[in-house]
């Protein structure tokens, strides 16, 4: 079996064949660090922290590069409206996006590479785009020449005709052709910049990638990857620097995951339906955030409401509620041999079928429901008259290395009671040994309100947070 992924440049699903056999060369394009991010910043770090997971989990070693831009005119603007200066910023900001994504289950890059710190092969990979001839300096900016690459416009599938029609030059731009885009911007009187033999100023948006992906992953990449919206111009623009300076392909695959919606709006400020992801993951369970994310395809759109939060919550539980009653059941279960091939033979025939819904392009929604088929097989076995250890722990053995894959913790981290609220348990227990239910609903709706739920289970009382 091989995987198998949708390169937006082909458009078409192809097999996926690394340079270096065993191995993954993915950059991701990270944030712009002058906000808290949102949840559609926060989709591709699931994503693609999910296709890192799986190809490692396949036994890749994979190089992930997601880079900061701790430098632009959103940061600049931030920084004079707060009275504060751009570095200072652009690190409250990375912390933030670190402590978000890492409570949604997202594993640090092997590089962060921020443009603040690679200023110098910038300005070079910028001077040797001048020598070739694809780019001019101009009153101190400097620009791409987007004519002088023939192949502009193949990763968005748009002819220079089409993209001439509706370029403008800005003003104060002095560009050649208005389809031509910046690499160095001068820099303005007191604002943050870096010397270059065309005078004081600062990176391009697009160029930093180009030169960070060539510094940390060579001339050509495996995997670039990022949000829908960055196919044109950013990628398109990279492409067009990165193969005309390196003179190869840039990047073998390039995939890109769907837009956010919220109660089916398109996402915006000016609508007052922003969400943060920072404020998000104080206000529910950042694993069911995730697994919301990834019970959509990459590719596809996903709406996003409160509603459907739940909904994803209740179907999060389900699996978490056979995981916790295998391991409880665990407890009285008989080591014998019996013969349970079948039982074996159904746990690794549903692994198999996880594996072929995620070799194809990461179909993480189809995984989802391989698990759900786990958890319904495990509920079945759970009705048997004789359980075996073997298959409780190959029942929770295999729930626990699937959920991994996708990046969800399934097994909770145990908290202790406070002597009060373990007496209460044990009285409410007795009451029902005296049939004294009165009692045992009064200490249930009193320890509810202390947020602590009880379920009546097959395997006995179990009690969670609510």
Known sequence: MSIRLYNTLTRSKESFIPIEEGKVKMYVCGPTVYNYIHIGNARPAIVFDTVRRYFEYRGFDVEYVLNFTDVDDKLIKAANELGEEVPDIANRFIQAYKEDVGALGVKEAVHHPRVTENMDEIIAFIQGLIEKGFAYESDGDVYFRTRSFNQYGKLSHQSIDELRSGARIEVGEKKEDPIDFTLWKEAKPEEIS?????????????????????????????????????????????????????????????????????????????????????????????????????????????????????????????????????????????????????????????????????????????????????????????????????????????????????????????????????????????????????????????????????????????????
């Open 194 to 466: 870096w010397e270059s033999d065309w005078g004081n100023g600062r990176p391009g948006w697009h160029i930093e990638c180009s030169a960070m992906a060539k510094k940390y992953l060579g001339n050509t990449i495996d995997i670039h990857a990022g949000g829908q919206d960055l196919t044109f111009p950013h990628h398109e623009n990279e492409i067009a620097q990165s193969e005309a300076n390196n003179g190869n392909s840039f990047a073998r695959y390039w995939m890109h995951n769907g837009y956010i919606n919220i109660e089916n709006e398109k996402m915006s400020k000016s609508l007052g339906n922003f969400v943060l992801a920072h404020d998000l993951v104080k206000k529910h369970d950042p694993q069911v955030i995730r697994f919301f994310m990834l019970s959509v395809h990459y590719r596809h759109p996903i709406n996003f409401s409160d509603e459907l939060l739940a909904g994803a919550k209740n179907s999060f539980d389900r699996i978490r509620n056979a995981f916790e009653n295998l391991k409880h059941r665990h407890e009285t279960s008989l080591n014998l041999t019996n013969d349970n091939q079948k039982w074996f033979d159904e746990i690794n025939q549903q692994k198999q079928q996880f594996i072929v819904e995620m070799d194809d392009d990461f179909n993480t929604a189809n995984a989802i429901s391989v698990l759900f088929d786990v958890t319904k097989s495990a509920n079945l076995y759970l009705q048997s008259e004789q359980t075996h250890t073997e298959v409780i722990t190959g029942f929770t053995e295999l729930i626990k290395e699937l959920m991994g894959v996708l990046g969800l913790q399934i097994e909770q981290e145990t908290e202790l009671l406070d002597e009060e609220v373990d007496d209460l348990i044990e009285e409410r227990k007795q009451a029902r040994k005296d049939r004294n239910f009165a009692r045992a609903d009064e200490i249930r709706d009193e320890l509810k309100e202390r947020n602590i739920i009880l379920e009546d289970t097959a395997q006995g009382i179990r009690w969670k947070r609510g």
